[in-house]
């Protein structure tokens, strides 16, 4: 779901059970170092906020029943003169590799998941409703019911407009903003009188990331073609540049 939506509607936490409903094992894929940060939309934060992970190598964390949250990657960190942890996207703001509770400051590519929500299922899905740094995919391993992928495996940024561009060194377009980020109006943010379906429809802007990766939600009220759900008892693998 999108990134503001899921956390009031679908992040719904369910009593901590004490034991590990799931395990995210994530997979770097892209050609390039990425930093994954998690963040818990309720409850006690997962035991890795945030950590590098190189290209081809795998890591993996435990998250409790009931637990609900987002997954994201930074790109281009390093440590500025002044010790600071800092990332060229998605950067956390914490000045640490561990992102510990702080959120991915727009644009970021989001994986949102709900654990053993409504009748016992897990939901999950891909956002752009905060923009887009790139590609990610979710796969369930184990499980019952549908547990399809999701995915937005394009690199987004080739086909970022102009005004929504954000770039890096040699003018090259390292992420891309969504138009409520961009223009802080309600009818891209679905906020004020725009603050229901009928009233915050797609966009042109929303279409240039719902045309690029169809399953991922491209604004707020983007459920029908981007919500999935698994029976609970499953694990997930998270790739980056699937």
């Not at 891909?126 to 979710?138: E, M, Q, R």
Request: charge should be neutral.
């Amino acid at each position: 779901m999108g990134a503001n939506v899921l956390f009031t509607i679908l992040l719904v936490i369910v009593s901590f059970t004490g034991t590990f409903s799931a395990t995210f094992t994530f997979k770097n894929n892209c050609p390039y170092t990425v930093w994954p940060g998690t963040l818990t939309g309720a409850g006690s934060q997962l035991l890795k906020t945030g950590f590098e992970l190189a290209t081809g190598v795998s890591s993996s964390v435990d998250a409790p029943a009931g637990w609900s949250g987002r997954f994201w990657a930074r790109t281009g960190c390093s440590t500025d003169s002044s010790g600071r942890f800092v990332c060229a996207t998605a950067d956390c703001g914490s000045g640490k590799v561990e992102c510990n509770g702080a959120g991915a400051v727009p644009p970021a590519t989001l994986l949102e998941f709900t654990l053993n929500g409504h009748d016992n299922k897990d939901f999950y899905d891909t956002s752009l409703v905060d923009g887009y740094n790139l590609p990610a995919s979710v796969t369930p391993q184990g499980g019952s019911g549908s547990c399809s992928s999701t995915a937005c495996p394009r690199d987004v940024n080739s086909v970022c407009p102009p005004e929504l561009s954000i770039k890096g060194a040699g003018g090259r377009v390292i992420a891309c903003k969504s138009a409520c980020e961009a223009f802080r109006q309600p009818q891209y943010c679905c906020s004020g009188s725009h603050n229901t379906p009928e009233t915050c429809p797609p966009t042109n802007y929303s279409r240039i990331f719902k045309d690029a990766c169809p399953q991922a939600y491209s604004y707020a009220y983007d459920d029908k073609t981007s919500t999935f759900t698994c029976a609970s008892g499953g694990n997930y693998l998270i790739t980056f540049c699937p």
